[in-house]
């Protein structure tokens, strides 16, 4: 019985690790440009700071890190005119901004 308890313990813990590490995939630098942005648009404010660190956090507890880049990368290159855009504004990327626009949805519900 002690035996299958710490096991049972041991598992736990890597299990709360291993969803700790997948959740903190965010380098430091993505998250504090987010918190910039997101201060410039809402204001200087401490409130601010603390409201936009948790948006970044639910953003990063919805979206790897990876589909956050490509996301982001997608919403840029469509503000871009011309041709050169074209190729990001097809129903291909759609999903993946979607699913940016929901986890972000989902940080406002929750942080602001």
């Known amino acids: 019985m002690m035996i299958r308890a710490t096991l049972v ?3 736990a813990v890597w299990a709360g690790s ?7 995939d965010y380098p430091t630098n993505a998250r504090a440009d987010y918190v910039f942005v997101c201060m410039a648009t809402n204001g200087q404010t ?8 948790c948006a970044i956090d639910q953003i990063a507890s919805v ?3 990876d589909d956050y880049v490509k996301a982001e990368t997608v919403l840029a290159m469509r503000q871009v005119p011309g041709e050169r855009s074209a190729s990001f504004r097809n129903t291909g990327t ?10 972000e949805a989902e940080a406002e519900i929750l942080c602001f």
């Not at 291993?18 to 903190?24: P, R, T």
């Open 63 to 65: 979206l790897s890190y």
């Open 94 to 103: 759609n999903d993946m901004v979607a699913n940016y626009h929901r986890a």
């Open 18 to 24: 291993a969803v700790a590490q997948a959740v903190n």
């Open 46 to 53: 401490r409130e601010m700071l603390e409201k936009c660190s």
């Open 9 to 11: 313990a041991a598992f």
